[in-house]
């Protein structure tokens, strides 16, 4: 009896680490719109992983560290946990902290982004984004990226209202970075940035 209430426990206790673990590492999310297509479709569903850039507060950790100099500013727990050129990221939207939002990274902290009926130059660069199939002819002047945000785009320019119409996307409000796509069935797949879509042309 007391090896089954044992195991019993054992069980419980791995099934409540699961959920732990699923629960802060990844999200499902359903797209709502046309904004990102063709890379993503209305009604389909995606994994987000949180994890991916993976931040905790600084002033939590320097508890354990009384001889450091404290700070409130969140900083990512891995140097490399920021988001990159090409991710496709999800989000609270800035003018509505209710609804999330997915779109493409296009600019990081200090860049400067302009587009010119259309193209979009990043650091006087035009870029080759062969992932936008629906494109428009509209306008922005340049603007740069300030520190702890993002400039963002939807793939499908004439249907998406992104960092071109409200601006940019603070760190604090990323929830993460779409990894896998399971519906419908025939679009399974990892979502990775692109390869060579999001360079500048030479």
Same mark, same amino acid.
Not at 31 to 50: C, F, N, R, W
Not at 61 to 66: D, K, S
Not at 127 to 137: A, K, P
């Given at each position: 009896?007391?090896?089954? /209430?044992?195991?019993?426990?054992?069980?419980?206790?791995?099934?409540?680490?699961?959920?732990?673990?699923?629960?802060?590492?990844? =999200?499902?999310?359903?797209?709502?719109?046309?904004?990102?297509?063709?890379? !993503?479709?209305?009604?389909?569903?995606?994994?987000?992983?949180?994890?991916?850039?993976?931040?905790?507060?600084?002033?939590?950790? !320097?508890?354990?560290?009384p001889s450091v100099e404290r700070t409130d500013e969140r900083v990512p727990f891995?140097?490399?946990?920021?988001?990159?050129?090409?991710?496709?990221?999800?989000?609270?939207?800035?003018?509505?902290?209710?609804?999330?939002?997915?779109?493409?990274?296009?600019?990081?902290?200090?860049?400067?982004?302009?587009?010119?009926? $259309?193209?979009? /130059? =990043?650091?006087?660069?035009?870029?080759?984004?062969?992932?936008?199939?629906?494109?428009?002819?509209?306008?922005?002047?340049?603007?740069?990226?300030?520190? $702890?945000?993002?400039?963002? +785009?939807?793939?499908?320019?004439?249907?998406?209202?992104?960092?071109?119409?409200? $601006?940019?996307? =603070?760190?604090?409000?990323?929830? $993460?970075?779409?990894? /896998?796509?399971?519906?419908?069935?025939?679009?399974?797949?990892? +979502?990775?940035?692109? !390869?060579?879509?999001?360079?500048?042309?030479?």
């Amino acid at each position: 009896m007391r090896t089954f /209430i044992q195991e019993l426990l054992i069980a419980a206790g791995l099934f409540v680490a699961v959920f732990l673990v699923l629960h802060f590492s990844i =999200r499902n999310f359903r797209i709502d719109g046309a904004s990102m297509h063709p890379t !993503l479709i209305d009604e389909q569903h995606v994994i987000v992983s949180k994890a991916a850039y993976f931040r905790v507060n600084a002033s939590s950790l !320097l508890h354990f560290m009384p001889s450091v100099e404290r700070t409130d500013e969140r900083v990512p727990f891995f140097a490399s946990a920021q988001p990159a050129y090409g991710d496709i990221i999800a989000f609270t939207y800035p003018l509505n902290p209710s609804l999330d939002l997915v779109k493409r990274v296009i600019g990081l902290p200090g860049d400067i982004i302009e587009i010119e009926q $259309g193209q979009v /130059i =990043r650091n006087g660069e035009a870029l080759n984004e062969s992932y936008v199939v629906n494109g428009d002819r509209r306008t922005s002047e340049a603007v740069e990226v300030p520190p $702890g945000s993002y400039y963002v +785009l939807g793939d499908n320019r004439r249907a998406s209202t992104d960092s071109r119409v409200w $601006g940019f996307v =603070r760190d604090e409000d990323i929830i $993460g970075r779409a990894w /896998i796509s399971y519906w419908p069935s025939d679009r399974l797949e990892f +979502l990775q940035p692109p !390869l060579s879509g999001d360079l500048p042309f030479h």
